[in-house]
């Protein structure tokens, strides 16, 4: 007969816990039951900023779509 792997490593675990090696036994913990909040990133101050920053850019003509008239975008942004 050969020992129980599963049941050994409960046991030792459970003996680690009762000499105060470990904290607790891992498999003793319940799962988290809260559930992750929903956010949008279209709310968060960065996203406001980077989008005024392209609107100004688009305004102002330093950003375009690409056409055949404009075939790279721009290799540089004067912010004088």
Not at 7 to 26: F, H, K
């Amino acid at each position: 007969m050969r020992p129980d792997d599963d049941e050994l490593a409960r046991r030792t675990e459970q003996e680690r816990v009762e000499a105060g090696i470990d904290d607790y036994d891992p498999d003793d913990v319940p799962p988290a039951t809260d559930e992750p909040v929903p956010t949008d990133l279209t709310e968060s101050e960065e996203y406001q900023e980077a989008e005024a920053e392209f609107r100004r850019e688009e305004s102002e003509g330093e950003v375009y779509p690409l056409t055949e008239k404009h075939p790279f975008p721009p290799s540089h942004y004067d912010r004088s």
